[in-house]
């Protein structure tokens, strides 16, 4: 199946999580092979029976989301941008215009709106992808009419996203641009610009058509259930390119599903980073426990004894609240440590410089 559409699409992959790379700032290396696979994978939605919603979410504001969102859409097959949508939008956008939606600001419609979540949530399986509405008929009478909710989506938000968003989801996290970090400016013509590459992928996606669902994949070992609805049609778009993309379709997975395996946080502000900054010295030694870490935490004010829904703070809560910032627990022989390194590097990039 290898012919020269195959050699384009490994270097147009190659091209997409470069530019996207350089105007957003991840939290792993393995995040932007993980968005280009997933970009690609729109043009063939005409062959996929489940297809992953891509969650952007981000611990705090300006940390790129709507860049990342604006970087994606000149690659996604058919892009339509919003802040907002309502759920009888949504269906019949999806219904005139089969679009990839990319939905901005989530964390301020989505989370409270059940109805919306519920047909996000139908469009990840396409057999399940309906809704069912009363329609008039001529005669003055009503039927019944399927309306299709089966598009792409990518959602990006701040903070926690409801389990059966998650679930549905590879879940890509953004950091705050460090200052010495440089991106490259997105401008208006960054569209125009990959016209291209659209048309590339579109002719890619009609002549390869459901001969890409023949296509053999190495299924990891921890890939299974949902987890492996999510990401086999990128690992099988990764196959069709070559080019050392399975091996890439396959870091992003081990790094994102089983090291990373991000969770969000519902903390509107950064409390525990400023009161851990007070507690860290960055010449401290390079490890501190867990435990540690934990009990200096609860001894330093009480607040931290009612932070977990009127209950004292635990590893796993410490665990997850870090987590977004690019604070992961290291496993070690005598327990879980994080490094200070990494809570320094999210302090800088997080909070104000101290006086």
Sequence with gaps: ????????????????????????????????????????????????????????????????????????????????????????????????????????????????????????????TRRLAYKILTAPTTDGQHTSKRVPLWCAQAIAGIGEFADTIHSRSIVIGLRRKGATEDIVYLD?????????????????????????????????????????????????VAALAGGGWSVRAREAFEELEVTQKAYSSEMSSNELLLALRDLVDEKSPPEISSTVLLDTLLRSAPDWNTANNGRAITSKWLTNQLRPYGVQARKRAK?????IADLADAFRRYLPPQN
């Design 188 to 236: 208006d013509q960054f569209f125009d610009e990959q016209v291209d590459i659209r048309t590339a992928l579109e002719s890619i996606s009609v002549a390869t058509g459901k001969a890409v669902l023949e296509l053999e994949v190495a299924k990891p070992a921890s890939a299974v259930n949902r987890r492996w609805d999510n990401w086999k049609p990128l690992f099988q």
């Design 335 to 339: 327990g879980n440590v994080y490094l």
């Design 1 to 124: 199946m290898y012919s020269a559409n195959n050699e384009a699409l490994s270097s147009i992959l190659d091209h997409i999580s470069q530019s996207i790379r350089e105007r957003v700032v991840f939290q792993t290396d393995q995040e932007p092979y993980a968005a280009a696979l997933w970009c690609a994978a729109t043009y063939f939605m005409e062959v996929w029976n489940t297809f992953p919603k891509l969650l952007i979410v981000s611990p705090e504001r300006e940390c790129g989301k709507t860049t990342m969102l604006r970087a994606l859409e000149p690659f996604a097959r058919n892009a339509f941008l919003a802040s907002n949508i309502t759920p009888a939008a949504l269906y019949r956008l999806i219904d005139a215009e089969a679009p990839t939606l990319l939905i901005d600001e989530a964390d301020t419609f989505l989370k409270h709106n059940l109805e919306l979540q519920g047909l996000i949530n139908a469009g990840h």
